[in-house]
């Protein structure tokens, strides 16, 4: 059913169409990712076991002609070095002059293995080139990793590329959420830690979002937030992923998205400096030379792109926003939705 107004509040929350049953308009339909049942998972308790099913897992696609999307993160270099000689594509943003440090790791991690290394150039060019397209595949407004990934997908498929290899599920299987599972969260406290934009405060016709949080209130006003994360988070990352090789029409491949732990999430050792223990103990078998990186986000560099950015002028939008309260993402998202309704709408 079309709901116009629920739509622009999910996502402004959420980053995604919560609810399959809703959408923007007539004759566009979202569609989100369903992650791989836990009953068809493989439990690994330890390190070896990750490198071991990696090594299953790479067994059975070496017939293709591989690519990895290659970050300067851990995930995408573990699973880039389970595939010496192959092509690897990394993001230099804005001439290289964005992030460096990850740039030059991922070199490291490019010449450690022996990949043959392409450069994935991305500056609002891409932006303004992809986000169309991407957005009318998803029939929702959409993340701002959507572009580049799909920039990515493009150019790895004129190279022949026949599947693309991801590390994107790590962080959610392995503990790698350290900011969101630091603390045991009140309910309401983590209802307004998650929301990524409150929509009460940039539409003038929002719904209240506090219904999903409610699937997951648990005694004592708490919440079960390892769960939440488990179901809501994957869904929004993964569609991104989903969403923009779809476009391409580039199979892709996350060795992480088979696995889950067999022993409950050592939260403690999460909360003392050690995020995706087993992660980084695997990290350091496979690269000993150097030291384990800490855990950062896809780049994106959006607080660049909307440095001067007046605000959304559309009329569901609240008048005279202060634009210095948000940050660069919460813009791309105000931005982004005002896109897709001058577009489709």
């Not at 405060?201 to 994360?229: C, P, Q, S, T």
């Not at 892709?252 to 939260?267: G, N, Q, S, T």
């Not at 103990?281 to 986000?297: A, G």
């Not at 994106?300 to 660069?328: A, I, S």
Request: overall charge negative.
């Amino acid at each position: 059913m079309v709901d116009k107004k629920y739509c622009m509040s999910s996502y402004m929350a959420f980053r995604y169409i919560e609810d399959d049953n809703k959408d923007f308009f007539d004759g566009m339909y979202h569609k989100n990712i369903k992650p791989l049942p836990i009953g068809e998972r493989i439990g690994v308790r330890t390190s070896d076991d990750i490198g071991r099913e990696f090594e299953n897992q790479f067994m059975e696609i070496q017939d293709k002609k591989l690519g990895v999307l290659l970050s300067g993160g851990m995930d995408s270099a573990i699973a880039a070095s389970y595939m010496p000689g192959t092509d690897a594509y990394t993001f230099r943003f804005l001439g290289g002059n964005y992030q460096k440090e990850e740039l030059e790791r991922a070199e490291y991690y490019a010449s450690y293995y022996k990949l043959n290394l392409h450069y994935v150039d991305i500056d609002w060019k891409t932006v303004e080139k992809y986000v169309d397209i991407v957005m009318e595949k998803k029939a929702a407004p959409v993340h701002s990793i959507e572009p580049q990934i799909l920039q990515a997908a493009l150019q790895a498929k004129e190279d022949g590329i026949e599947l693309m290899v991801i590390g994107e599920s790590s962080d959610l299987i392995f503990g790698g959420m350290d900011q969101l599972i630091s603390k045991d969260w009140g309910f309401d406290e983590f209802a307004e830690r998650y929301m990524f934009t409150n929509p009460f405060v940039v539409l003038k016709e929002a719904e209240d979002m506090k219904y999903l949080f409610e699937r997951y209130r648990i005694k004592n006003n708490r919440i079960d937030f390892l769960k939440f994360i488990d179901d809501v988070f994957s869904i929004e990352s993964s569609s991104s992923y989903m969403n923009a090789f779809g476009v391409a029409q580039m199979p892709y491949f996350d060795p992480y998205a088979k696995l889950i732990m067999d022993e409950p999430l050592d939260l403690e050792r999460v909360r003392n400096k050690e995020p995706k223990y087993l992660i980084r103990e695997l990290m350091r078998k496979r690269y000993p030379e150097i030291q384990v990186p800490n855990k950062t986000p896809m780049p994106r560099p959006v607080d660049r792109y909307f440095e001067k950015w007046e605000g959304p002028k559309r009329q569901e939008f609240q008048e005279n926003l202060d634009m210095k309260r948000f940050t660069g993402n919460q813009k791309w998202q105000m931005w982004c939705l005002e896109r897709f309704l001058n577009l489709f709408g």
